[in-house]
C-alpha cells in the first residue's frame, strides 16, 4: 500500500466555492479541508475550517453564485463552514477520481499559504491505482510529487493528537525550514507567515514536539 502526497496547484480559479474571493480577501484565512464529496446530482459538500472574521466569511459565502447553501460555525480553534455548491469543471473532474479509482483521500486537504490556490493531498492506495489516478488529473492542473512512500498507519496517525491550529503551525515550520538542518528559520518567521505573535508560536510549538515525542517514546 502506497501513500503519495501531492500538490495540486490550478492554473486559474480554484477547487472550492468562493475560493479566489476568499484568498484575496485580507479578513479571511482558509485553512483545510475536513471532508469533500460529490453528490448523485452533481453538486457536492465540504466541510472546512478557515481562520479571520466570520462576519465576512459570511457575506463572501451569500454573495457566491457557486454556494447553494452553508453553515459557518465558529470555534474556540478558528471556524468551521458545511457549504453546499455546484463545483467547477475541474474540482467535478477531481471528486470523480475518488469514484473511479480505489483509493483514499487522506484528511485534512491543506491549502499553501502562499495564495496560489495551491492545496496538499495526500492518496493512500496500491501503486497502479495511484498511478492511474495521478495521470487522470485535469491538464489544466499542475502537479507536483512531495512524498512517496509505504503507507504507514502508525505515522499517520500522529497528526491525529494535534489540533488544527497546531497542524497549521508545524507544517509552516516544515516549510519555511525550522526543522531543517542547519536550521533555516525562526519562529518569528513562521510568526509572520501565520500572522500570530512569536510567543504563541513558541508556545504552540513546545507543545507539539512534547506530544509528538512523548507518543513516539511509548510506542514499541
Given at each position: 500500500?502506497?501513500?503519495?502526497?501531492?500538490?495540486?496547484?490550478?492554473?486559474?480559479?480554484?477547487?472550492?466555492?468562493?475560493?479566489?474571493?476568499?484568498?484575496?480577501?485580507?479578513?479571511?484565512?482558509?485553512?483545510?479541508?475536513?471532508?469533500?464529496?460529490?453528490?448523485?446530482?452533481?453538486?457536492?459538500?465540504?466541510?472546512?475550517?478557515?481562520?479571520?472574521?466570520?462576519?465576512?466569511?459570511?457575506?463572501?459565502?451569500?454573495?457566491?453564485?457557486?454556494?447553494?447553501?452553508?453553515?459557518?460555525?465558529?470555534?474556540?480553534?478558528?471556524?468551521?463552514?458545511?457549504?453546499?455548491?455546484?463545483?467547477?469543471?475541474?474540482?467535478?473532474?477531481?471528486?470523480?477520481?475518488?469514484?473511479?479509482?480505489?483509493?483514499?483521500?487522506?484528511?485534512?486537504?491543506?491549502?499553501?499559504?502562499?495564495?496560489?490556490?495551491?492545496?496538499?493531498?495526500?492518496?493512500?492506495?496500491?501503486?497502479?491505482?495511484?498511478?492511474?489516478?495521478?495521470?487522470?488529473?485535469?491538464?489544466?492542473?499542475?502537479?507536483?510529487?512531495?512524498?512517496?512512500?509505504?503507507?504507514?498507519?502508525?505515522?499517520?496517525?500522529?497528526?491525529?493528537?494535534?489540533?488544527?491550529?497546531?497542524?497549521?503551525?508545524?507544517?509552516?515550520?516544515?516549510?519555511?525550514?525550522?526543522?531543517?538542518?542547519p536550521r533555516r528559520a525562526t519562529h518569528e518567521d513562521i510568526a509572520d507567515t501565520l500572522d500570530l505573535s512569536t510567543t504563541t508560536v513558541g508556545e504552540h510549538l513546545r507543545k507539539i514536539e512534547a506530544r509528538m515525542l512523548s507518543e513516539i517514546a511509548r510506542s514499541p
Open positions: 500500500m502506497r501513500y503519495v502526497k501531492i500538490v495540486l496547484i490550478p492554473e486559474s480559479g480554484g477547487l472550492h466555492p468562493a475560493e479566489e474571493r476568499l484568498r484575496d480577501d485580507p479578513d479571511v484565512q482558509e485553512d483545510a479541508i475536513l471532508h469533500l464529496n460529490l453528490l448523485d446530482d452533481g453538486t457536492a459538500v465540504s466541510l472546512a475550517t478557515h481562520h479571520g472574521d466570520s462576519d465576512r466569511l459570511r457575506e463572501i459565502l451569500s454573495g457566491s453564485d457557486d454556494v447553494l447553501d452553508f453553515e459557518v460555525l465558529d470555534r474556540d480553534n478558528g471556524i468551521q463552514t458545511y457549504i453546499h455548491f455546484t463545483p467547477n469543471e475541474t474540482t467535478e473532474a477531481l471528486l470523480r477520481l475518488t469514484r473511479e479509482y480505489e483509493f483514499v483521500i487522506d484528511t485534512p486537504i491543506r491549502w499553501d499559504a502562499d495564495d496560489s490556490g495551491a492545496v496538499r493531498v495526500g492518496l493512500i492506495g496500491d501503486d497502479d491505482t495511484v498511478q492511474r489516478a495521478i495521470e487522470s488529473v485535469p491538464d489544466n492542473i499542475r502537479l507536483e510529487l512531495e512524498q512517496l512512500s509505504e503507507y504507514s498507519p502508525e505515522s499517520q496517525e500522529l497528526s491525529a493528537l494535534l489540533t488544527e491550529r497546531q497542524k497549521e503551525i508545524l507544517d509552516t515550520a516544515v516549510d519555511v525550514g525550522y526543522y531543517e538542518v
